[in-house]
């Protein structure tokens, strides 16, 4: 069945760029997501790609996506104390009939 | 301010007993979906609703149910909570027709069964 997996902790120090890696199994998903998820809130989206695009970028968040090695990862620029979050990697196909599948997130934490 | 609203945000609830965990979108999207949340487990799908009158089951659907009587609302009952269903659970809802199926989530409700 379709799959996603990611590291369960991550730590950069302030300033440092941050990259959250992510692999899926289902080939023919359409949509990548990463959700944010700050403490005790809901998660909220930051970003996603089309999987014919091999990359995104919007302000400090790139996102690259390896479509043949199905392995997608978001990088955080210059990373603040307030991207400390757990980060969601998700898979899915187009429309709201199709089911998104989400991995375990990774939990960022900033050292000074 | 459009969204979802989940309620209870917290409830302690004794093994055997039943309880519904509600949520109402005011963005008037057509699907609907519950998720709970384990740590290191990540969201796992419980049931979903693609439209009003319509219901299927997720990854783990044993042990809860819903309904969707309206577009509005999607509430979540536990016939009989037993102790593994002590969780976060989130609400979320979307509405895309095509492209991207981003998921809008209320901000959670944590169950706990004793």
């Known amino acids: 069945g379709e799959d996603v997996e990611q590291s369960l902790f991550l730590s950069v120090r302030e300033g440092d760029s941050s990259v959250i890696n992510c692999t899926y199994t289902?080939?023919?998903?359409?949509?990548l997501y990463w959700y944010k998820q700050e403490p005790g809130a809901g998660l909220q989206l930051l970003t996603y790609?089309?999987?014919?695009?091999d990359m995104k970028q919007d302000q400090r968040l790139t996102v690259l996506l390896n479509k043949k090695d199905k392995h997608l990862s978001l990088r955080i620029a210059d990373t603040q104390t307030g991207d400390s979050a757990i980060y969601f990697c998700a898979e899915g196909g187009s429309s709201s009939a199709s089911k998104i599948i989400f991995g375990s997130g990774t939990r960022l934490s900033i050292r000074p | 301010i459009a969204g979802i609203t989940q309620a209870p945000t917290s409830q302690i609830l004794a093994a055997g007993r039943r309880m519904t965990l509600r949520c109402t979108q005011d963005?008037?999207?057509?699907?609907m979906y519950w998720y709970r949340q384990d740590l290191g487990l990540g969201l796992r799908l419980i049931h979903y609703s693609n439209t009003a009158g319509t219901t299927g089951k997720g990854e783990v659907p044993d042990g809860y149910s819903v309904s969707r009587a309206n577009t509005d609302d999607f509430p979540l009952t536990l016939a009989s909570a037993v102790p593994s269903q002590t969780s976060v659970y989130f609400c979320a809802s979307s509405d895309s027709a095509s492209g991207a199926n981003v998921l809008t989530f209320g901000a959670g409700s944590r169950l706990t069964v004793l």
């Open positions: 790609i089309f999987s014919n695009m």
């Open positions: 289902d080939s023919s998903s359409t949509y």
């Open positions: 963005m008037r999207h057509n699907a």
